[in-house]
């Protein structure tokens, strides 16, 4: 892959006036062969494992940023699904020990985030993850780095309702233990989860990964904002183009800085995720490049056309940029990392019924937004299985990060500060979906399953 010099200083420009960086750096760790009947040995060998390759991680990418002037703004660690490894300590307890584990070692080798603290669960729950989610409350409320998912579904499984079911209790503690709800941002429940997903709550090191591989994340939604607006008279067809040859650009900086970082670190590179990651930095809003397309505001009519032929143009710029594209690749539009999101749902533009239907076509789901503090269980778990009915029957990734902000109403603000940003309390119907949540079970998988 030879960059040409005009390239060079284009993607600096990028740097430099756009807001172009990397996202993120997620360094993917096998704990398997950790596993020790003594439980005190066990954690030592993951402490030793998880702050050794975080170090190794931080020393490596230091001098790379330097030397491409592009910042890699987060370092990350994901793990084996940790329900997967406690399967012969599995108690409440020793969850909460493992976790302030992997938080302590994150914290001593300088990383940002450590996940995979969660459990695949798609066609039911063995004793192990149904005690992770039991321990959840007290693991996302007692540390500060540990991130947690769950994944409940799939196209070939269809999806776990009893899974569901237990997730709106839980989160509703979560947000009780933990101040301003943060808890609740470090937990996502997806369906159809990538195995190589580098971007944090999700993020966990597959069973068909190698030992450890290396993940990036890219993002550019200021470049590609750039872009369209010095493009308002083009057609459809014309903005497609103009966004594809952008994000290859972005994709191609993305894999250089990842391959050679993977090579420093003497581990396989796997992936870059394409995905335009918002953060509430002026420039760097997902909401902002829709609203150059010609929209008034994110949520108008329109919106949904606007975000297809965005995902479209980014996932194909990227697929030609590189043949190691994967994790999530298309757009994030979560409320309380981008700017313009928050100002849409402030000013009435955006409800939590247009965001769903945005979601049928963009990159993940429901992210980052809350709801009455009050809201009942029963409605949490039918939100979330609604959005993750989208995934399945379009068989592709979705997700939901909610939070219901205790002690908070509809129009009120959560702030959290930093890179989650704020978050306005989004209104919830108060039409009950209880009864039919009762019934629990499974959605049967839909027939494009029987693809084999």
Same mark, same amino acid.
């Given at each position: 892959?030879?960059?040409?010099?005009?390239?060079?200083?284009?993607? *600096?420009?990028?740097?430099?006036?756009?807001?172009?960086?990397?996202?993120?750096?997620?360094?993917?760790?096998?704990?398997?062969?950790?596993?020790?009947?003594?439980?005190?040995?066990?954690?030592?060998?993951?402490?030793?494992?998880?702050?050794?390759?975080?170090?190794?991680?931080?020393?490596?990418? !230091?001098?790379?940023?330097?030397?491409?002037?592009?910042?890699?703004?987060?370092?990350?660690?994901?793990?084996?699904?940790?329900?997967?490894?406690?399967?012969?300590?599995?108690?409440?307890?020793?969850?909460?020990?493992?976790?302030?584990?992997?938080?302590?070692?994150?914290?001593?080798?300088?990383?940002?985030?450590? %996940?995979?603290?969660?459990?695949?669960?798609?066609?039911?729950?063995?004793?192990?993850?149904?005690?992770?989610?039991?321990?959840?409350?007290?693991?996302?409320? *007692?540390?500060? !780095?540990?991130?947690?998912?769950?994944?409940?579904?799939?196209?070939?499984?269809?999806?776990?309702?009893?899974?569901?079911?237990?997730? %709106?209790?839980?989160?509703?503690?979560?947000?009780?233990?933990?101040?301003?709800?943060? $808890?609740?941002?470090?937990?996502?429940?997806?369906?159809?989860?990538?195995?190589?997903?580098?971007?944090?709550?999700?993020?966990?090191?597959?069973? %068909? &990964?190698?030992?450890?591989?290396?993940?990036?994340?890219?993002?550019? @939604?200021?470049?590609?904002?750039?872009?369209?607006?010095?493009?308002?008279?083009?057609?459809?067809?014309?903005?497609?183009?103009?966004?594809? !040859?952008?994000?290859?650009?972005?994709?191609?900086?993305?894999?250089?800085?990842?391959?050679?970082? *993977?090579?420093?670190?003497?581990? @396989?590179?796997?992936?870059?995720?394409?995905?335009?990651?918002?953060?509430?930095?002026?420039?760097?809003?997902?909401?902002?490049?829709?609203?150059?397309?010609?929209? &008034?505001?994110?949520?108008?009519? $329109?919106?949904?056309?606007?975000?297809?032929?965005?995902?479209?143009?980014?996932?194909?710029?990227?697929?030609?940029?590189? %043949?190691?594209?994967?994790?999530?690749?298309?757009?994030?539009?979560?409320?309380?990392?981008?700017?313009?999101?928050?100002?849409?749902?402030?000013?009435?533009?955006?409800?939590?019924?247009?965001?769903?239907?945005?979601?049928?076509?963009?990159?993940? $789901?429901?992210?980052?937004?809350?709801? @009455?503090?009050?809201?009942?269980? &029963?409605?949490?778990?039918?939100?979330?299985?609604?959005?993750?009915?989208? $995934?399945?029957?379009?068989?592709?990734?979705?997700?939901?990060?909610?939070?219901?902000? @205790?002690?908070?109403?509809?129009?009120?603000?959560?702030?959290?500060?930093?890179?989650?940003?704020?978050?306005?309390?989004?209104?919830?119907?108060?039409?009950?979906?209880?009864?039919?949540?009762?019934?629990?079970?499974?959605?049967?998988?839909?027939?494009?399953?029987?693809?084999?």
């Amino acid at each position: 892959m030879r960059f040409d010099v005009e390239e060079v200083f284009e993607t *600096a420009s990028m740097t430099l006036y756009q807001n172009l960086d990397i996202r993120t750096t997620t360094l993917g760790i096998n704990l398997k062969d950790c596993i020790d009947s003594d439980f005190a040995a066990f954690q030592d060998k993951v402490y030793r494992r998880v702050s050794t390759f975080g170090r190794s991680l931080l020393e490596k990418s !230091r001098p790379l940023e330097v030397k491409y002037g592009v910042p890699i703004v987060n370092k990350r660690i994901a793990v084996t699904p940790v329900s997967l490894i406690m399967e012969t300590h599995c108690t409440v307890e020793k969850y909460l020990a493992m976790a302030q584990t992997l938080d302590r070692a994150a914290l001593d080798a300088g990383i940002d985030f450590v %996940g995979g603290f969660g459990a695949l669960a798609q066609k039911g729950l063995t004793r192990s993850d149904a005690v992770l989610i039991e321990a959840l409350p007290e693991v996302l409320s *007692a540390t500060q !780095r540990v991130c947690a998912f769950l994944n409940v579904g799939s196209t070939h499984a269809g999806l776990n309702l009893d899974a569901v079911n237990l997730l %709106g209790p839980m989160l509703k503690e979560t947000a009780q233990r933990s101040p301003n709800a943060i $808890g609740c941002a470090k937990f996502v429940v997806f369906v159809n989860a990538p195995e190589d997903n580098p971007f944090m709550a999700g993020a966990y090191h597959g069973v %068909g &990964e190698p030992d450890a591989t290396l993940n990036v994340g890219i993002s550019g @939604p200021g470049v590609v904002r750039s872009v369209v607006e010095k493009n308002r008279e083009c057609d459809l067809t014309q903005l497609s183009e103009c966004i594809k !040859r952008t994000v290859f650009k972005i994709t191609r900086a993305g894999e250089l800085i990842g391959r050679e970082l *993977a090579a420093n670190l003497g581990i @396989p590179f796997g992936i870059v995720d394409i995905s335009l990651a918002s953060t509430t930095a002026p420039g760097d809003s997902v909401a902002r490049v829709l609203e150059a397309f010609g929209l &008034e505001h994110i949520g108008t009519h $329109g919106s949904t056309l606007a975000l297809a032929l965005l995902m479209d143009a980014v996932k194909k710029g990227g697929a030609m940029a590189s %043949g190691n594209v994967g994790g999530l690749s298309g757009t994030f539009i979560p409320v309380s990392e981008d700017s313009g999101m928050i100002e849409a749902v402030m000013s009435g533009a955006l409800s939590l019924d247009k965001l769903e239907a945005l979601t049928a076509v963009c990159s993940v $789901g429901l992210d980052m937004f809350a709801i @009455p503090g009050d809201t009942p269980a &029963e409605t949490i778990a039918a939100i979330i299985a609604d959005e993750l009915a989208i $995934g399945i029957i379009n068989d592709k990734t979705t997700a939901v990060r909610v939070i219901p902000a @205790p002690g908070k109403q509809a129009g009120d603000l959560l702030e959290f500060g930093g890179l989650l940003g704020s978050a306005p309390v989004m209104h919830v119907s108060k039409l009950s979906a209880a009864g039919f949540m009762r019934r629990g079970g499974r959605l049967p998988a839909p027939v494009t399953s029987l693809r084999n």
